[in-house]
């Protein structure tokens, strides 16, 4: 699968996740369970649309008060998949992942520091936004879960210094003390990724196969969540 086919897959699934009013969780264990299936197993391409929506099923089971069925599934796909297709590929991905839904994404890492940091509504909105954003990107497959957070959140904090108006002492002080302890990491830890995590939100969106990778900007462009993709989201300077 190659990286423009990827991106478009989770941005259909970033859709699909908004459309239903999903928790935000399950959108992070989606992306979890595709790209670990995808890893283990091989779907030609006109298939990788079946695996991306019943991973959506999966995890809807295991996350989901209210969850799709399979005729929600065919529906999704405009008719494309079986009722035998969408059972076969459920038991063939639970198979590849060995049924392990238990498992740390950037999205519990960065409630963590959300709520040591007692973070308002709209900061949260920022930082999920370039987290999100960030997920097309097949780089974020190299790197651990809370180094993705840890950037994701700093690189909010800059874009919310640069909103309100206000120039830190260095961008090292913005992860403070408690930060540092509650993550255990430092700044030098991640800032290569926080750096290129707000080089790739000044990237204009690409066509891909007819359509631009932009769920994640419509979703945030909502009131929803604060309208937070009208930001500008500077990029970080070289130099500390």
């Not at 008719?79 to 076969?88: K, Q």
């Not at 210094?161 to 002080?173: A, F, M, V």
């Not at 430092?186 to 080089?199: G, H, N, S």
Request: hydrophobic share 45%.
């Amino acid at each position: 699968m190659t990286a423009r086919i990827r991106a478009v897959l989770v941005d259909w699934v970033i859709e699909i996740h908004f459309k239903y009013h999903m928790q935000p969780m399950t959108l992070w264990m989606i992306i979890n369970v595709l790209d670990r299936f995808l890893a283990r197993s091989f779907m030609p391409r006109n298939r990788l649309q079946l695996a991306a929506i019943v991973s959506m099923l999966i995890v809807c089971k295991f996350e989901e008060v209210h969850t799709p069925d399979v005729r929600d599934c065919i529906y999704l796909t405009d008719n494309a998949y079986t009722r035998a297709d969408i059972v076969l590929t459920e038991a063939a991905i639970l198979a590849a992942i060995e049924y392990d839904l238990m498992v740390p994404t950037p999205y519990h890492f960065m409630l963590r520091l959300f709520r040591r940091m007692r973070a308002s509504d709209r900061f949260q909105s920022i930082c999920n936004y370039i987290a999100e954003r960030n997920l097309h990107e097949c780089d974020i497959l190299d790197l651990s879960p809370r180094v993705y957070a840890c950037a994701a959140v700093f690189a909010g904090l800059h874009t919310l210094y640069h909103y309100l108006g206000e120039t830190p002492t260095s961008l090292q002080s913005l992860w403070t003390d408690a930060l540092r302890e509650e993550s255990g990491l430092t700044c030098p830890d991640f800032l290569a990724q926080a750096k290129q995590m707000l080089v790739i939100m000044n990237v204009p969106l690409q066509p891909s196969t007819r359509r631009k990778v932009e769920a994640a900007m419509k979703k945030y462009s909502s009131a929803t969540h604060n309208g937070v993709a009208h930001l500008a989201y500077p990029v970080i300077p070289d130099t500390l």
